[in-house]
């Protein structure tokens, strides 16, 4: 009885294997993933492993253009995500230009060493002549470097074949050491003009990230990585060797562009991220998934991921400060979705609390920069100030209430706060 029953299973899963194989075949030649769906439900069931069919070229294709219908589908039913775009020439596009940076003029491994190693390097003097020498020696880089961040337009529409989002941080932080370096020898000899001139270029060269169209995560990254680095190094090497008869409130603008790190920038940051995504990755790896049967519900996910970035650009638009944002439990939220968008979903959303926690430290390091600007401006003003004086200059984002000044060391410092881990370093006033 028992060899016999044997027997059946076994009878009717030779009969599944062949027809899964037939099914494979068949999915092979037409490469529809209504095929290959039940095929992989089958398997899944008895425990077979198989191997989905490669698309054709012009399946590819299809799945593309699946994808931007896709996309337009969402943008229709959710238009807070539609972001304007404003195309600029590509002789006059600083993004592009930053982008397509490995194109021009190369660097020596020498210098490229020295522009990574010299502002770390224990506190020593820096070397001036070795400095100078190699400026000169890439005259044509540092004139490409200079022009790029002179332009003031840029744009992330109409990017060549090939972009799909991503922009190497690499040869922008490499273009930002060239100015602090030239800023430094600058501040040697006294050029107060010359050295805020190339803290200028640098503020610029974050602009070509911060202000195209769509920004997404990495570009924002890599403007706010620059941006606090120059604030840095200016209170604690240039400024310091200009003096107190710096020109103060040029040096603050500088410092004030960055000071918008607000929910509604993250709104927009999001909004980028998704609209990037949705056009160089997600949704073509997902149309992708769908036409070869590996997902049953590309569609599904796809529309999940927009409604969960419009729904939180939505409450970012609408907080009037940080401390109006509570972290969501996503796990908890996302278990309510079917199973497939809550894979999808937990993978889309990953990084991004942090990243929301990262930007809120970014906004009140920032400050805390802009705010040892008006303090120093304060006291040129009055001849001195008191801690209370506080109050009157740039206060802290994410609580309100103003920076702690210490009379006795010269420092600024956060608030104290409870629940908040991300704390700043204090920064002692460059006199």
């Not at 982008?99 to 070397?127: A, C, H, M, V």
């Not at 273009?175 to 107060?192: N, T, V």
């Not at 409130?249 to 004030?256: G, I, K, N, P, T």
Request: proline share 4%; glycine share 6%; net charge negative.
């Amino acid at each position: 009885m028992n060899q016999n029953r044997w027997k059946r299973i076994s009878r009717w899963a030779l009969i599944a294997i062949l027809l899964l194989s037939l099914a494979g075949y068949v999915a092979e030649r037409i490469n529809r993933g209504i095929v290959m769906r039940p095929v992989r439900k089958l398997a899944n069931e008895i425990g077979i492993t198989i191997s989905f069919p490669k698309l054709t070229a012009e399946e590819k294709t299809e799945a593309r253009a699946m994808a931007k219908a896709w996309k337009r589908e969402c943008l229709e039913k959710y238009p807070i995500l539609k972001m304007d775009s404003h195309p600029v020439p590509d002789e006059e596009n600083g993004f592009l230009m930053l982008y397509q940076l490995d194109q021009g003029p190369r660097i020596t491994e020498e210098f490229q060493q020295f522009l990574s190693e010299w502002r770390y390097d224990d506190g020593q003097k820096l070397n001036t002549e070795t400095a100078k020498r190699l400026v000169k020696e890439h005259a044509e880089y540092v004139a490409h470097i200079e022009h790029i961040s002179s332009l003031n337009q840029r744009s992330s529409t109409n990017m060549p074949d090939g972009y799909v989002g991503f922009i190497s941080a690499r040869g922008s932080k490499q273009a930002a050491e060239l100015f602090m370096l030239q800023a430094s020898l600058a501040a040697d000899k006294g050029a107060g003009n010359e050295a805020l001139h190339y803290f200028t270029l640098i503020g610029n060269l974050s602009d070509h990230f911060l202000r195209i169209e769509t920004p997404f995560l990495l570009s924002e990254t890599v403007a706010i990585i620059v941006e606090l680095s120059r604030q840095e190094f200016a209170i604690k090497q240039v400024l310091p060797k200009l003096g107190p008869s710096s020109d103060l409130q040029s040096w603050r603008s500088e410092f004030a562009s960055l000071n918008y790190l607000s929910p509604q920038r993250f709104a927009t940051i999001l909004k980028g991220e998704w609209n990037t995504s949705a056009e160089y990755m997600t949704f073509p790896l997902l149309a992708m998934a769908d036409k070869e049967g590996s997902l049953s519900d590309g569609k599904g996910c796809a529309m999940a991921y927009a409604a969960w970035i419009a729904e939180q650009a939505l409450k970012m638009n609408t907080a009037s400060s940080w401390s109006d944002i509570e972290e969501e439990d996503l796990e908890a939220r996302f278990k309510l979705l079917p199973t497939e968008q809550e894979s999808m979903m937990s993978i889309l959303s990953t990084g991004i609390s942090s990243w929301a926690r990262g930007i809120q430290r970014s906004a009140r390091a920032s400050a805390l920069n802009l705010a040892v600007l008006d303090l120093l401006i304060l006291e040129r003003a009055k001849g001195s100030f008191a801690v209370t004086d506080t109050q009157q200059i740039t206060l802290d984002p994410i609580t309100g209430e103003p920076f702690i000044f210490d009379p006795r060391t010269r420092t600024l410092r956060s608030p104290d706060t409870v629940g908040i881990t991300f704390d700043v370093e204090p920064v002692t006033l460059p006199w």
